[in-house]
């Protein structure tokens, strides 16, 4: 089994920026991807970026140019750098990891954007 434990998330005005930080721990032998969800109020929870261990990445296309995923293989990490962050960003942020075709997930972290 994989563990994801995430941080970061909290209340930022809009234009700001967050960092949030996943940590796997576990069975974490041939992951394959690691990424990040989202799901706002009423809504599905969707994609806003991904890495593979190849090092190509994915980005919803409501955040292109403003997020960035990045990891740290040693330390089984991956991150994502929220910049110039609006009010439509807001919503529970879900840490995600691909093991043997299998989706492991986080509890999640709430970001709030709002003045």
């Known amino acids: 089994q994989v563990q994801l434990v995430e941080s970061g998330g909290g209340l930022v005005q809009p234009g700001g920026s967050l960092r949030l930080s996943c940590a796997a721990s576990g069975s974490i032998f041939s992951i394959n991807g690691m990424g990040w969800y989202r799901q706002a109020p009423g809504k599905e929870r969707e994609l806003v970026a991904r890495v593979t261990n190849g090092g190509s990445t994915t980005y919803a296309d409501s955040v292109k140019g403003r997020f960035t995923i990045s990891g740290d293989n040693a330390k089984n990490t991956v991150f994502l750098q929220m910049n110039s962050l609006k009010p439509e960003d807001t919503a529970v942020y879900y840490c995600?990891?691909?093991?043997?075709?299998?989706?492991?997930w986080g509890k999640g972290t709430l970001v709030t954007v709002s003045s």
């Open positions: 995600n990891a691909v093991r043997n075709g299998m989706f492991y």
